[in-house]
């Protein structure tokens, strides 16, 4: 049996199986205990955790939490409001929408990791929300729709399905005329990095005209080790770049020195960063939530010009009429007709021609 599907049928989802690597709290035992919901991690992802530390960034988006409970700011039914599966137009549950030229493309509710921050936490965690992920009939509205040129798909996580299918869709998808990108977004590069088998480098290895780009998510430094950085490696030999969407966790990775080294050390594993993500309003997760504007005082304190600009992400919300970028200017400080005012990431300011149109 491949690595990858031993860790998948070792998965660790229960509390006996979870005391192997770590130390249970009162509290986290009495979660696990208490609470109804989808949890579980691979054996190589529970490994990283820190046995005597509840405040391990790992731990905290593994283990169930009562904090989960409670709920003020989430909104309710987030994932029909967030994909717009409650509007006039006719689409299989499988197809989300919020752009004109590209859509979402969900083909399973599995995942190698049940992260506790999930934006689709109510369809893969709390499995409240039941939708219907018939791959055919989404191949079918895709090819309908001449005016879809970017396909992500999506999850759950499609790199848990098994090669002939991610083959399937994959050559489904070059089939269709009007398609230039294919995109997929998949955890299994920071939880599962057995997961890139020659098998599946041979499905993605090939020149096309539909190139295929992965996005991976990357929340703390802790998670990026030399088998990440081998997997990675091992997708760009394939012509596969690698991109990274974070998500802003409280208590994770919202102090300067952590988000500095998160985006440092993705560079150092070929991870390129892309976005980071505020924490959506999902129900049951306000205890992972910092203010709005935290995001983009990070990269202004912890990027800009303190690190290379390839680390820089783009900050951003992710709502139902698509993502909002939410970097505000913090470096023109004034203009008249003659020059503009900058400062830099030292507080020093430079004057700079100010050209008409």
């Not at 030229?101 to 083909?107: G, K, L, N, P």
């Not at 020659?198 to 005209?209: A, C, F, N, V």
């Not at 991870?271 to 049951?284: D, K, L, T």
């Not at 139902?320 to 970028?325: A, F, H, L, V």
Request: hydrophobic share 35%; glycine share 6%; aromatic share 8%.
């Amino acid at each position: 049996m491949e690595e990858w599907k031993e860790q998948m049928q070792n998965h660790v989802d229960t509390a006996e199986k979870l005391r192997r690597f770590i130390n249970l709290t009162e509290g986290e035992e009495e979660a696990i205990a208490s609470m109804k919901t989808k949890w579980g991690t691979t054996p190589y992802f529970a490994s990283l955790m820190d046995p005597d530390d509840p405040t391990c960034p790992i731990r905290r988006q593994v283990i169930p939490s009562p904090l989960e409970l409670k709920n003020r700011y989430g909104i309710e039914n987030y994932l029909v409001w967030k994909e717009n599966r409650a509007t006039e137009e006719v689409r299989p549950d499988s197809i989300a929408r919020q752009y004109d030229d590209r859509i979402a493309f969900t083909v399973t509710d599995v995942c190698a990791n049940y992260c506790r921050h999930c934006f689709r936490k109510e369809l893969v965690v709390d499995r409240e929300l039941k939708l219907r992920f018939d791959v055919d009939e989404g191949l079918d509205w895709i090819a309908d729709h001449p005016e879809i040129r970017d396909v992500l798909i999506t999850g759950g996580d499609p790199f848990i399905l098994s090669d002939e299918k991610i083959e399937y869709v994959i050559a489904k998808l070059r089939e269709i005329s009007h398609l230039e990108m294919i995109r997929f977004g998949t955890r299994t590069p920071i939880v599962l990095p057995q997961r890139i088998t020659e098998g599946l480098k041979k499905i993605l290895k090939s020149y096309h005209r539909v190139p295929i780009w992965i996005n991976t998510q990357c929340n703390h430094p802790k998670e990026i080790t030399e088998e990440t950085a081998r997997a990675v490696y091992d997708l760009l030999t394939c012509g596969v770049n690698v991109g990274n969407q974070a998500v802003l966790l409280k208590g994770i990775n919202d102090d300067v020195e952590t988000f500095r080294r998160l985006h440092q050390k993705l560079l150092t594993a070929r991870i390129r960063p892309y976005y980071v993500f505020y924490c959506e309003p999902v129900p049951g997760v306000d205890h992972f939530r910092t203010p709005v504007e935290k995001g983009a005082e990070l990269i202004r304190d912890a990027i800009r010009g303190h690190t290379t600009g390839l680390a820089q992400p783009m900050y951003v919300i992710a709502t139902n009429i698509g993502k909002i970028p939410l970097m505000p200017d913090y470096y023109i400080m004034g203009k008249d007709e003659k020059e503009y005012t900058l400062r830099n990431y030292k507080g020093q300011t430079t004057q700079w021609p100010n050209i008409p149109e």
